[in-house]
């Protein structure tokens, strides 16, 4: 979980919600009052089991372990990186992960840099086989680049950012 300025915690679930695939919610630090921000379809993300990121403005955002691009993976996705918009609690998909290119499962916390970038890793495939570093840019279009992949020579799997 992560809190902001006022105390309220912010975390995400497996499962759950509307669909059964994950949420991102909020609890209170005055009332102790739980709310869900936004739910997961699948084709915005599926499996968000890494927590939330919050920036300067309120917005969260995370990674699902599956979801995204529906075709791939038996029709479960590779995964995404979201986010929640602060206010509005919109649910918007920021990049989808493919298999060779990019890698698959990120379950992994973000983390920012100085330019609002995001970064993270993907536990596997991508051009190495076994997972990579990769960046989110901050200008929209956001753009997802590998930085580095992993081969199994120099590491295999990596789970976090």
């Known amino acids: 979980m992560i809190s902001d300025a006022q105390g309220n915690l912010y975390g ?16 209170s630090s ?3 009052a739980f709310s869900t921000l936004a739910t997961f379809s699948g084709a915005n ?16 955002y995370g990674t699902t372990k599956q979801g ?8 479960k ?14 649910l918007t998909t920021l ?6 290119t990019t890698g698959v499962t990120p379950f992994t916390s973000l983390i920012f840099d100085a330019a609002g970038n995001l ?9 190495g086989g076994r997972g990579t570093v990769f960046k989110v ?6 753009t997802l680049t590998v930085l580095a992949s992993f081969t199994g020579a120099n590491g295999n799997g990596p789970i976090a950012a």
């Not at 995400?12 to 609890?27: D, F, I, P």
């Not at 996705?77 to 919109?90: I, N, R, Y």
């Not at 840019?137 to 956001?142: F, M, T, V, W």
């Open 12 to 27: 995400t679930t497996e499962s759950g919600g509307a669909g059964t695939l994950g949420t991102v919610y909020e609890l």
């Open 30 to 32: 005055l009332t102790h």
């Open 45 to 60: 993300g599926d499996l968000p089991e890494s927590g939330v990121i919050l920036d300067s403005a309120g917005n969260l």
């Open 68 to 75: 995204g691009d529906l075709s791939l993976l038996l029709g």
């Open 77 to 90: 996705g590779s995964g995404t990186v979201f986010e929640v918009a602060a206010g509005t609690h919109a």
């Open 95 to 100: 990049v989808k992960f493919d298999d060779q």
């Open 119 to 127: 970064y993270g890793t993907a536990a596997q495939s991508g051009p």
């Open 137 to 142: 840019g901050a200008s929209i279009p956001h």
